[in-house]
């Protein structure tokens, strides 16, 4: 089945023809690291890991870079509040970027290059730029000549008469046209700063992505992505600068947009100050619960954030694991089922379950409609495991397969931690003397008390389970 995806350049669904066979090429416009990453942040970077692992499902090679903006007004000003250097303060984030990450089960980039590490690449572009007569120098900022380039506004639908007419925008007397914007700016004092042909000073915050994107990408690679807030002026910047750099030869195929987390329909935003950050949302719901609201509607509507949706979102995560859960007992019972009615009931389930989330996920990565077809599959599950709690090849094979759809949308739906429990020390401490005191009764061959402390701790809703590293302990939300 073909795969279509809206095409913010085009404004229609197209279906996807990759640059090269079997495989995809994708930027997207990471965080810049001022603070630890908002939900609305989270759900970019949810959206496009989701969309990067149906890529990969369908099995295409995916090359996946997103970049950090680790130099940036904010920085510089947010290292003043905390008392530290700017660039010091990128990286302290960039680290808790990650563990964020983590939680929300998002795959590392291939690559995830750093804007302070590719300067002389960005200066390099920008020259190529001002001898094309692209760019021109003021006084040691170079700005991008906006209407030098023909198609400038193509991906927002704007045109300069417009965005002039429209927007306030302040008169700088150093530009040719108001919308220029800057490629190099001239270093203030106690700024960080990179020497250049035009000076001391830092890159522009766009200029960024096209050195990174064609560094580790090239030209014309297939997709590239962001927050809807990025079509203006952020993408449309990136578009000219690129495009005028490499001739008039496309930059990306398929610009994909995500739309916003709102609070009371407004963005949710770090300017705006309405934001929650998913460590402050870690502290009450589990990574895995909020990948699931973030992932419950479809990518391009909004989606309104408040507590009450959140658990809703558990609830329903809750019913899919219960219904794995329960294929597992089963399962793991003795003899096998002699049922062929509800044996063929379960392959159909199955089999439908899988064609539904494909389609559902080939008309522009639709993961809202791809739930339906997980809590279908999960429904019939459990009705046959009640009428018939027997193992079965159907059964397991329905079981597999809402392992693995759900594996794709990043939901790992056999060790689903519903509860959050990183985050509290002390219960971590305890759980490890706990463990330590299983594990000595192990080597004693006390299998009654290991197996009383397992099950005396199962009762409590913390599940142990014995792996080749060791016990490792989740709770488990029933
Ligand atoms: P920033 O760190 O502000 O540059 O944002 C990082 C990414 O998150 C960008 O792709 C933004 O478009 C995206 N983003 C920011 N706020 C929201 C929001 N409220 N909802 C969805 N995406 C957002
Ligand atoms: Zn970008």
């Given amino acids: ?260 987390l709102t609070i009371n329909q407004e963005k949710m935003s770090k300017s705006l100050g309405n934001f929650f950050t998913i460590r402050e949302l870690l502290a009450k719901f589990s990574g895995e619960v909020i990948r699931f609201y973030l992932l419950g509607t479809h990518y391009r509507s909004p989606l309104d954030f408040n507590d009450q949706n959140l658990v809703m979102a558990q609830k329903g995560l809750e019913r899919l694991h219960t219904s794995i859960r329960l294929a597992q007992e089963a399962l793991d019972r003795e003899g096998s089922s002699s049922n062929e009615q509800i044996e063929a009931e379960l392959f159909k389930a199955a089999k439908e379950a899988r064609e539904a989330f494909e389609k559902a996920m080939d008309d522009d990565f639709n993961s809202a409609l791809a739930y339906a077809a997980l809590f279908e599959l999960a429904k019939t599950m459990n009705g046959c495991v009640q009428e018939n709690p027997a193992p079965s090849e159907a059964l397991a094979t329905a079981q597999k397969t809402l392992l693995e759809l759900g594996g794709v949308l990043g939901i790992d739906l056999l060790h689903s931690v519903l509860v959050p429990a990183a985050n509290d020390e002390t219960l971590k401490q305890v759980m490890e003397v706990v463990l330590q005191i299983r594990s000595r009764s192990r080597q004693k061959k006390d299998w009654e008390m290991a197996d009383f402390i397992r099950d005396a701790l199962k009762d409590k809703g913390i599940v142990i389970e014995d792996t080749p590293q060791g016990a490792r302990w989740q709770i488990r939300g029933n």
């Fill in 1 to 260: 089945m073909s795969l279509k995806l809206f095409n913010t350049m085009t404004r229609q669904k197209e279906e996807f023809q990759p640059r090269e066979s079997g495989k995809v090429a994708m930027y997207v416009c990471g965080p810049t690291t001022y603070n630890y990453f908002h939900a609305g942040n989270g759900r970019m970077f949810v959206v496009f890991d989701m969309i990067r692992r149906y890529f990969m499902y369908k099995g295409y090679d995916v090359r996946y870079i997103q970049n950090f903006t680790d130099v940036d007004d904010k920085i510089i000003q947010r290292g003043k509040v905390e008392e530290m250097d700017p660039l010091a303060l990128g990286q302290k984030y960039i680290e808790e970027y990650f563990k964020d990450a983590k939680e929300l089960n998002l795959l590392p980039a291939t690559i995830h290059p750093k804007a302070t590490e590719h300067i002389p690449e960005m200066i390099e572009i920008i020259q190529e730029l001002v001898s094309n007569g692209l760019a021109y120098e003021t006084d040691g900022d170079v700005y991008f000549a906006v209407d030098h380039f023909p198609n400038y506004g193509k991906l927002s639908g704007r045109t300069l008469e417009d965005m002039k007419a429209g927007a306030r925008v302040e008169v700088d007397e150093r530009k040719h046209h108001p919308m220029d914007f800057a490629l190099w700016k001239k270093a203030k004092p106690e700024e960080p700063f990179w020497e250049s042909p035009w000076g001391n000073g830092r890159p522009g915050w766009h200029i960024e992505c096209t050195a990174m994107s064609l560094k580790y990408l090239g030209s014309g690679f297939d997709v590239h992505g962001g927050g809807e807030d990025l079509v203006f002026p952020h993408h449309e910047n990136e578009i000219a600068q690129t495009e005028g750099y490499l001739k008039g030869q496309t930059f990306a195929h398929y610009w994909m947009h995500n739309a916003f």
